[in-house]
């Protein structure tokens, strides 16, 4: 059997051990908040480029007050800036396909093994 002075000693121990892992703890997390924060103010440094003034933007139409031709010639444009680009980007491509095939294998240079 366990003399009384003997439980005292283990809860002590106990009570230390607690204190120690919730000082680490507490540290730990000290640390990672001191973290979150220099990232915060970062994040704060990077938007502040961000802040503009609202008279300065432009303010968004209505379509349901606007004419059906303004709204008709507004999509028309939109289409056609989108089949542009489309058409430029299948040219890119089309342009990138004949330079890969008519490479000149007469010209190419070839290891000394392989002829």
């Known amino acids: 059997m366990i003399a009384w002075w003997g439980w005292v000693l283990i809860w002590v ?3 230390l051990a607690l204190l120690l892992v919730l000082a680490f703890l507490a540290f730990t997390l000290f640390r990672k908040a001191m973290a979150l924060m ?15 003034d609202f008279s300065e933007l432009s303010k968004p139409q209505i379509a349901v ?3 059906m031709t303004q709204i008709r010639a ?3 444009a939109q289409q056609g800036r989108r089949a542009e680009v489309k058409l430029a980007r299948h040219e ?12 000149d294998a007469s010209t190419a240079q070839w290891p000394e093994g392989w002829s």
Not at 92 to 103: G, L, P, Q, S
């Open 13 to 15: 121990g106990l009570v």
């Open 38 to 52: 220099h990232e915060l103010s970062a994040v704060v440094d990077k938007t502040s480029a961000l802040d503009v």
């Open 92 to 103: 890119r491509r089309i342009a990138r396909a004949k330079r890969i095939i008519t490479r």
């Open 65 to 67: 007050l606007a004419e």
């Open 74 to 76: 507004q999509h028309e």
